[in-house]
């Protein structure tokens, strides 16, 4: 785990197990080894013993190691208890590491091949090229220029392509990240005893609204929602009852994240290799066999 997750993991753990916030805070600043973790509870503390708010001790900018907390603030000024907060944060951090240890596996291997695929363009511009040139290798010295016109096309093709692929990619998953941090955001404030309002109002915060509310709190039916949220926040109007609700699109939302990271890492790598094979074909086509041709290898 990350140094900037280790103070809110350490908290929350304390927290849990009975401690006040005030003793919790000593024992990181007395007992921790991390430095991180030591120097933001003696921040913490020291605001506390100055008479600040925990609240407003968190929103400060300067204390680090509580920036996954920020968006959960007013939760704590609204419930008057931190762990919940806390547990909501690291809740959070786990899953975006799950996510992201995945996508890394994901894409190891095909990154190494359009990483490789990147040199062997660099190297054939930069040396191998020149070389050919200053040796006097082909009979014809046009096919030279034509040569680099060959690598730039392919190194041309492999960024756009592989740029467009990941850009595509990273749209789509915050996307859908956004819309299940609200959804969850929600549920979990709802359960936490907050007001539909004041959670309308600090999950707002944190991600945009998906949709609109009418005057009684309701959601309008918003095109942009999917026809099973459309669906389950149609049944507010004749139960009312906002957790099971939240909890529901919240639980469809996760599923369909983790669909999507599933199929991302599934696509990528036959993707990725796509590419590398057109980035080679062209290189095939401009370099090698022009240079084959000079010396009376294909007619």
């Not at 925990?54 to 419930?79: D, N």
């Not at 004749?238 to 469809?252: E, K, M, N, R």
Request: charged fraction near 15%; proline fraction near 4%.
């Amino acid at each position: 785990m990350k140094k900037e997750y280790l103070f809110i993991d350490a908290l929350a753990m304390l927290l849990t197990k009975g401690c006040t916030i005030r003793e919790s805070l000593e024992l990181l600043c007395e007992y921790t080894n991390s430095t991180t973790v030591s120097h933001t509870a003696s921040v913490v503390l020291e605001g506390l013993k100055k008479g600040n708010h925990l609240a407003e001790i968190l929103a400060t900018e300067s204390v680090s190691g509580v920036r996954h907390v920020r968006p959960y603030i007013g939760m704590i000024t609204q419930t008057g208890s931190i762990l919940p907060a806390l547990k909501l944060a690291m809740a959070d951090v786990k899953r975006k590491e799950e996510y992201s240890t995945k996508m890394r596996e994901a894409l190891l291997y095909p990154l190494c091949v359009t990483a490789f695929a990147s040199m062997l363009l660099a190297l054939l511009f930069a040396v191998g090229i020149p070389w050919m040139s200053r040796s006097n290798l082909f009979p014809d010295p046009s096919i030279i220029p034509k040569m680099k016109w060959g690598v730039i096309m392919a190194a041309s093709f492999l960024a756009i392509s592989t740029g467009a692929a990941f850009f595509s990619s990273l749209t789509l998953l915050s996307k859908k990240n956004r819309d299940y941090l609200f959804w969850s955001l929600l549920d979990c404030l709802t359960d936490a005893g907050l007001t539909f309002d004041q959670a309308l109002i600090l999950s707002t915060k944190s991600a945009p609204l998906p949709c609109t509310t009418d005057a009684d709190g309701y959601f309008f039916d918003a095109p942009e929602l999917d026809l099973f949220t459309r669906t389950t926040l149609h049944t507010l109007h004749l139960t009312g009852d906002f957790g099971s609700v939240f909890a529901s699109i919240a639980t469809h939302k996760k599923k369909a994240l983790d669909l999507l990271y599933t199929m991302l890492a599934g696509f990528a790598e036959p993707i990725l290799l796509a590419i590398t094979g057109v980035v080679m074909l062209i290189l095939s086509l401009t370099v090698f066999l022009p240079a084959l041709t000079q010396y009376g290898g294909f007619p």
